[in-house]
Nanobody
Framework: QVQLVESGGGSVQSGGSLRLSCTAF????????MGWFRQAPGKEREGVAA???????TYADSVKGRFTISKDTSKNTLYLQMNSLKPEDTAMYYC??????????????????????WGQGTQVTVSS
């Protein structure tokens, strides 16, 4: 059974930083493709960043240059370093893991349909 456990969310002021973590159980982060998504109230879930051996490192245009996705295989953990946070980054952030055994290219690493397992989410609130 796969379990993804997120942590690191919180409340910060505009311009601040946070680092989200996602520790996987029953799943190896060095395989396949993993991503971070977010959903703000009243909005659709959107892909933020993705990384993996079977997908390119990809970022949404809205976070390029500010967010960095990475993974630590020794800890079996995925990270999202978020710098220069803006109020519009306020959302519930979700970790996602895929099990596709083929390369995922184009815009698909940021598509929710590319993933099979989801964490419970961690809230990020950025105040102006």
């Amino acid at each position: 059974q796969v379990q993804l456990v997120e942590s690191g969310g919180g409340s910060v002021q505009s311009g601040g930083s946070l680092r989200l973590s996602c520790t996987a159980f029953g799943y190896t982060v060095s395989n396949y493709c993993m991503g971070w998504f977010r959903q703000a109230p009243g909005k659709e879930r959107e892909g933020v960043a993705a990384i993996g051996s079977l997908c390119s490192t990809t970022y949404a245009d809205s976070v390029k240059g500010r967010f960095t996705i990475s993974k630590d295989t020794s800890k079996n953990t995925l990270y999202l370093q978020m710098n220069s946070l803006k109020p519009e980054d306020t959302a519930m952030y979700y970790c996602a893991a895929g099990r596709r055994s083929y390369y995922i290219g184009g815009g698909l690493p940021l598509a929710a349909s590319s993933y099979d397992y989801w964490g419970q989410g961690t809230q990020v609130t950025v105040s102006s």
